[in-house]
């Protein structure tokens, strides 16, 4: 068999010629229906829409729906319209819709930036002198003499020392003979308030000498021997209540409860000190008498009278020179409390003493006690105590 050979194909010139002509014709056409259809479409909707919104007004086509307008503005949102959105295009409506009113702010003062603001409570307050509780008539008659403008009268009912000066109901104050006068409490109560003056409590908590000499426990005792320790710095050999003990607590927690119920809405608690033990004796003493955060038996103290007279205000008096020179115990255990105010002694003579002693504590509201008949006018106090026997 004879094999024919391949040999070289060839194009002719004629027909490539043609197949290029036929790739530019299909272009053309392509670009040409690209530019119809568009020019369609422009002047379709330009034509179309005033026929679209003839038929509209004519009733023979329904507007579209709410939901598939887009609100673009507030002037375009009609209240019928906004009816008809659904929850989330409302919301979104709104909020992009409607101007926000920033409400003004204050501006802040230094007092906002201060923490703790002085708040003491409007007291224009004397002392009273223990004698006057001796009889009614004695009572009776220091209020008529009172000052004018008072409007509280502190009352001595258990004094420096251990003497009470009411007709007590607490049996261990019966039994220690404390009682000095016999005025119920309801009528000390009674004849003050009945002038328009705020009777107010007044009692030395710790510098008793007399309820721990029947009741030893009550008072600070030797550990070896259980002998009382008595304070040598006094000439007549002084005791004093121990805030360790439980005895303590609970007689002073009985008078506390017996003044609330007597109708007295506030109770300033003194003498809530610790004596000067000697170096000496402090080991052979109770360890929390060497403790250095030993106010916080003070506050304790505090907490379980007021435990018993919870619906009562608590005043704690200190001495205000003493506290400025480092004795700061009292004042620790006042705000630890916390107490309602504190009552600071002094006698400031100038506006800068003045604001020495009322801003003696950061936490706890503070009155000046002046040891005078009378505030001097340039001290210009709005809250005060006068204590003319200091």
């Known amino acids: 068999m004879k094999i024919k050979p391949k ?3 060839i194009y002719r010139r004629k027909d490539r010629i043609a197949y290029h002509k036929k790739i530019r014709h ?3 056409n392509v670009v040409l229906t690209v530019l119809i259809a568009g020019a369609v479409c422009f002047f379709g909707y330009s034509a179309g829409a005033p026929v679209l919104k003839f038929l509209q007004e004519r009733e023979i086509l329904s507007p579209p729906s709410a939901h598939s307008v887009e609100i673009t503005s507030a002037e375009n949102v009609s209240p019928e319209s ?6 989330e295009t409302e919301s979104e409506s709104v909020h992009e819709t409607q101007p926000v009113t920033e409400l003004p702010t204050e501006p802040e003062t230094e007092e906002d930036n201060l923490g703790f603001v002085q708040k003491a409570p409007s007291v224009q307050g004397c002392f009273l002198d223990a004698s006057a509780l001796m009889s009614e008539a004695s009572l009776q008659s220091a209020v008529e003499q009172l000052p004018e403008g008072i409007s509280h009268l502190l009352i ?3 004094l420096k020392g251990g003497n009470i000066y009411y007709a007590t109901s607490v049996q261990d104050a ?3 003979n404390a009682v000095q006068a016999f005025i ?3 009528e000390i109560y009674q004849t003050v308030s009945a002038k328009g003056i705020e009777p107010v409590a007044v009692i030395n908590t710790l510098e008793d000498s007399i309820f721990p000499k029947s009741c030893p426990d009550a008072g600070y005792l030797f550990q070896e021997t259980g002998e009382s320790w008595t304070d040598k710095s006094a000439s007549d050999g002084k005791l004093w209540l121990s805030p360790f003990s439980v005895l303590t607590q609970e007689y002073l927690s009985e008078i506390a409860e017996e003044i609330e119920t007597a109708g007295f809405r506030t109770i300033v608690c003194d003498g809530l000190a610790y004596p000067n033990f000697p170096r000496t004796e402090l080991s052979q003493l109770d360890p929390k008498c060497s403790e250095p955060e030993r106010w916080q038996y003070l506050a304790e103290l505090l907490t379980a009278m007021r435990a018993r007279a919870s619906e009562t205000a608590f005043f704690v008096r200190i001495d205000g020179t003493d506290t ?3 004795n700061t115990e009292a004042l620790s255990a006042a705000e630890a409390f916390p107490a309602d105010c504190l009552i600071v002694s002094g006698k400031p003579a100038t506006l800068q003493d003045v604001a020495q002693l009322t801003e003696i504590s950061n936490s706890v509201p503070v009155i000046l006690e002046y040891p005078d008949t009378e505030i001097p006018k340039n001290l210009k106090l709005k809250s005060y105590i006068l204590h003319p026997q200091e």
Do not use: F
């Not at 906004?82 to 929850?87: D, G, I, K, Q, Y």
């Open 26 to 28: 299909d272009a053309g």
């Open 184 to 186: 119920p409490l309801s």
């Open 174 to 176: 019966a039994r220690s």
């Open 7 to 9: 040999g070289r194909k």
């Open 82 to 87: 906004v009816s008809e959105l659904s929850p």
């Open 156 to 158: 001595p009912l258990k």
């Open 324 to 326: 400025l020179l480092g």
